[in-house]
């Protein structure tokens, strides 16, 4: 499990704009979404996105959403510690596979921020 990354889908609200996100975290660990990811994307309400929206503006299955490829103007959001793992296994799109990576590369797609994302 420590050498695996989990990719969640969040959705926040303010003043009528919706923000889809990618926060990534090891499977061993939690994100704070409510306080670290809220404030990091300067929305008043944030939640995990429902599973129908999730997979309808991923175009991935459920439990096997990956950052790579999301839509373009979506924030990817890495904890510190998924960059820090060396290589990890990631959602690949599909629930059948899994792809592995070295970490260090999730931190190079070009929305993705690293951030202390634990929850602490």
Same mark, same amino acid.
């Given at each position: 499990?420590a ?19 990618? +926060? %990534? !975290?090891?499977?061993?660990?939690? @994100? ?12 008043? #309400? &944030?939640s995990?996105?429902?599973?129908d ?22 924030? +990817? %959001? !890495?904890?510190?510690?998924?960059? @820090?793992?060396?290589?990890?296994v ?5 629930r059948?596979? #899994? &792809? ?21």
């Amino acid at each position: 499990m420590a050498a695996s990354a989990n990719c969640v889908i969040v959705l926040g609200k303010r003043a009528g704009e919706e923000t889809h996100a990618a +926060v %990534l !975290v090891l499977a061993t660990g939690r @994100a704070d979404v409510n306080g670290v990811v809220r404030k990091h994307l300067g929305v008043r #309400k &944030i939640s995990f996105a429902a599973q129908d929206d999730a997979v309808g503006s991923t175009g991935m299955e459920y439990g096997g959403i990956t950052p790579i490829g999301l839509p373009a103007d979506w924030p +990817v %959001l !890495v904890d510190e510690a998924v960059v @820090a793992a060396g290589p990890v296994v990631i959602g690949s799109g599909i629930r059948g596979s #899994k &792809i592995l990576i070295d970490a260090a590369a999730l931190a190079k797609l070009p929305a993705a921020t690293v951030l202390d994302l634990a929850q602490h």
